[in-house]
């Protein structure tokens, strides 16, 4: 089980490495990055979260541990994330109320429905899915949850799209679709987000 920790800080997102083959990096620091916050976690964890076996994990947490992201921690058999680990991942210090940030998210699940009935919205939403330590359920404060996108171009729009202010579509619709608040961070949808622990808003 996940075990809070006390001592908190303020990293800043570094360049991502390559993990193993079979795990995306990014899913193997989003774990990471659910564990700010936490004294140690196990295996199990691991598992649990990217939905993957044992052996998996344990091919996960080799590369992890020789690029100084996790260490052994005290108690016997589990592991505790480390300031480098913390700072490639993206985490933040917990500090949003939990049910603040499940409020968010079911503000925004009402704002894709509204998208994808909108006949004049550039893009449709195909995929969404929440995720992050507000799924551990352990702890009252939490980090913003991510979501991660998957857009369909409408028809109407795929003229434009097609030219190179296409990027800046996408950046300025998801953008809107997260309005001002802090407690999401929305991105494009990649494929191990749907095949780690996570919650769909469609």
Do not use: C
């Not at 195909?126 to 980090?143: H, N, P, S, W």
């Not at 996108?149 to 300025?172: K, T, V």
């Not at 608040?181 to 808003?201: P, V």
């Amino acid at each position: 089980m996940l075990k809070k920790r006390t001592h908190v800080e303020h990293p800043q997102l570094a360049k991502r490495a390559s993990i193993v083959p079979s795990i995306p990096a990014d899913a193997a620091l989003s774990f990471l990055k659910d564990t700010k916050g936490v004294v140690s976690w196990s295996v199990q964890d691991l598992v649990a979260t990217l939905k993957i076996n044992r052996h998996e994990a344990e091919r996960v947490i080799a590369p992890l541990q020789a690029q100084g992201y996790v260490q052994p921690a005290r108690r016997n058999g589990e592991w505790m994330t480390t300031r480098s680990g913390e700072t490639v991942s993206g985490a933040k210090t917990p500090r949003f109320q939990r049910e603040s940030v499940e409020q968010a998210i079911a503000s925004l699940r009402g704002r894709i429905k509204e998208v994808n009935v909108d006949p004049k919205a550039p893009f449709k939403i195909t995929e969404a899915v929440a995720f992050g330590d507000f799924l551990l359920k352990a702890g009252a404060r939490v980090q913003a949850a991510d979501v991660g996108i998957r857009l369909s171009l409408s028809d109407s729009q795929a003229s434009e799209f097609q030219s190179a202010s296409g990027a800046r579509m996408e950046r300025e619709f998801l953008r809107q679709l997260r309005g001002k608040t802090a407690l999401l961070t929305i991105r494009l949808y990649a494929e191990w987000m749907g095949n780690r622990a996570h919650l769909g808003l469609l």
